[in-house]
């Protein structure tokens, strides 16, 4: 099994920065695209970035330009830098990882962004 670890949540001020960490873990593996969603509460969850084995991004439109995802083959992990935060993006953030054509999902960590 593939086991996803998110952390970086928590507590910050619009305009506050956050770095969310998410490590794979478990049976060897070769992971293809990576990626973030985020729900809020009451709506579906939706797309925030996604990246590929060869580090071509995507974002949606709501976070382009102060999101950037990352990530580390090395160490099976994927970083989303979130900067310029608004109380809009409050949202329980989940990462995601397919491996085999197969999709793994994270805990989900909470971000709370207070105006």
């Known amino acids: 099994q593939v086991q996803l670890v998110e952390s970086g949540g928590g507590w910050v001020q619009a305009g506050g920065s956050l770095r969310l960490s998410c490590a794979a873990s478990?049976?060897?593996?070769?992971?293809?695209?990576m990626g973030w969603f985020r729900q809020a509460p009451g709506l579906q969850r939706e797309f925030v970035a996604s990246i590929t084995a060869g580090g071509s991004t995507n974002y949606a439109d709501s976070v382009k330009g102060r999101f950037t995802i990352s990530r580390d083959n090395a160490k099976n992990t994927v970083y989303l830098q979130m900067n310029s935060l608004k109380p809009e993006d409050t949202a329980v953030y989940y990462c995601?990882?397919?491996?085999?054509?197969?999709?793994?999902w994270g805990q989900g960590t909470q971000v709370t962004v207070s105006s």
């Open positions: 478990g049976r060897p593996f070769s992971i293809g695209v």
């Open positions: 995601n990882a397919n491996v085999n054509w197969n999709t793994y």
